[in-house]
């Protein structure tokens, strides 16, 4: 008897929150206007399904509906449609009467973001504004720039961006014609001609490949075996730092992970201190690509170096201080390259006279 009203009970409050999430899917409905159903039209056709599923895909996040919220004023220049695998949602989460009552199933989504947060894979179609001003029905279409790139294992993120502005805007601009108030190229002091576009778009997608393969090159800090871990991840203050080092376990479990830790940290500067050998002619542009990737691996490497189960384990070692004088270094040359290289892009481009 008690078992049966129980499971009644909890009926029924699964059933009151059906409704109240049923209730808001359909208050975000109620705010969707002319401008999200354009948006809709335009990911529909990119992802080869219906305007209607875009739309119920939407509909199942409050956030997406606040993300879009934000594009379509002046908060935000870019908004992402990822098509891509990720849970199911259940009818109390989403408010649609036919999602799944089991949690954890995969199934492929259409989920909204800004970018920064949801990793990208499977076909991604691209929202970005020309200006800051808030879209309506009479300028969306012209304000707008969209596209689909392709994320796969095989292509990274930089690199769909890379073969997007490859295949699609370079060719564009080659055969332009009318190119309005925009001088279409410049001629230096020794009259040789190159086009200030075209070099400004070489140049974004050679360091879109440079960053590809920085991000490969990037060094991850070592971990135990979860069990192990769990023992470091209990150490947040000075009361835990003691009780810890009253732990042989603990101790040793530290001293492990610190030691792999120096190892990668001690191969990573070997490598910075160890002397370059490059060609006679080699310019500011190798110069740049080699210590952008010092930058970047520095930088990640200080990241990790600053969170706080590092900073347990490091608690006694400095090995953050010489990684930090390396990414300043580092991040310093760029800069000065960065001044660098505009005034030096007619030498690779006209012979000197």
């Given at each position: 008897m008690y078992a049966f009203g129980f499971s009644r009970d909890a009926a029924s409050a699964r059933a009151r929150r059906q409704t109240i999430a049923k209730e808001a899917r359909e208050d975000r409905r109620s705010t969707i206007g002319k401008v999200h159903k354009y948006?809709?039209?335009?990911?529909?056709?990119?992802?080869?399904?219906?305007?209607?599923?875009?739309?119920?895909?939407?509909?199942?996040?409050?956030?997406?509906?606040?993300?879009?919220s934000r594009f379509l004023q002046q908060d935000e220049h870019i908004i992402l449609f990822h098509h891509q695998k990720t849970r199911e949602l259940t009818f109390e989460e989403c408010g649609r009467s036919y999602a799944l009552i089991a949690k954890d199933r995969i199934a492929t989504r259409v989920l909204v973001s800004r970018g920064d947060a949801q990793p990208t894979e499977g076909k991604c179609v691209f929202f970005l504004k020309k200006s800051t001003v808030a879209l309506e029905e009479r300028n969306v279409a012209e304000e707008l720039i969209s596209g689909c790139m392709q994320v796969t294992p095989?292509?990274?993120?930089?690199?769909?961006?890379?073969?997007?502005?490859?295949?699609?805007?370079?060719?564009?601009?080659?055969?332009?014609?009318?190119?309005?108030?925009?001088?279409?190229?410049?001629?230096?002091?020794?009259?040789?001609?190159?086009?200030?576009?075209?070099?400004?778009?070489?140049?974004?997608?050679?360091?879109?490949?440079?960053?590809?393969?920085?991000?490969?090159?990037?060094?991850?800090?070592?971990?135990?075996?979860?069990?192990?871990?769990?023992?470091?991840?209990?150490?947040?203050?000075?009361?835990?730092?003691?009780?810890?080092?009253?732990?042989?376990?603990?101790?040793?479990?530290?001293?492990?992970?610190?030691?792999?830790?120096?190892?990668?940290?001690?191969?990573?500067?070997?490598?910075?201190?160890?002397?370059?050998?490059?060609?006679?002619?080699?310019?500011?542009?190798?110069?740049?690509?080699f210590w952008l990737g010092m930058n970047a691996r520095f930088s990640y490497l200080v990241q990790q170096l600053r969170d706080k189960k590092a900073r347990a384990v490091f608690h006694v070692l400095h090995l953050d201080m010489k990684v930090t004088d390396h990414a300043n270094e580092a991040r310093d040359n760029v800069k000065y390259l960065y001044t660098l290289e505009k005034y030096c892009e007619p030498l690779y481009r006209c012979q000197p006279v």
């Open positions: 948006l809709f039209t335009n990911v529909s056709h990119y992802l080869g399904i219906s305007n209607e599923e875009v739309e119920e895909f939407v509909l199942d996040d409050a956030l997406h509906m606040k993300t879009l095989d292509c990274s993120i930089l690199q769909a961006v890379a073969n997007y502005v490859n295949t699609t805007f370079h060719p564009t601009l080659t055969h332009l014609q009318n190119w309005g108030v925009i001088k279409s190229s410049v001629a230096d002091a020794d009259k040789c001609t190159y086009s200030a576009i075209f070099v400004g778009l070489d140049s974004f997608i050679l360091h879109l490949s440079w960053a590809e393969q920085h991000v490969k090159n990037a060094v991850t800090l070592d971990s135990l075996d979860t069990e192990k871990m769990l023992h470091i991840d209990g150490v947040a203050n000075a009361a835990d730092f003691v009780n810890a080092a009253q732990n042989r376990n603990t101790v040793e479990i530290m001293e492990e992970l610190a030691t792999r830790w120096c190892q990668q940290v001690e191969m990573i500067l070997t490598e910075a201190d160890r002397i370059r050998r490059e060609a006679d002619d080699t310019g500011p542009k190798k110069e740049l690509e």
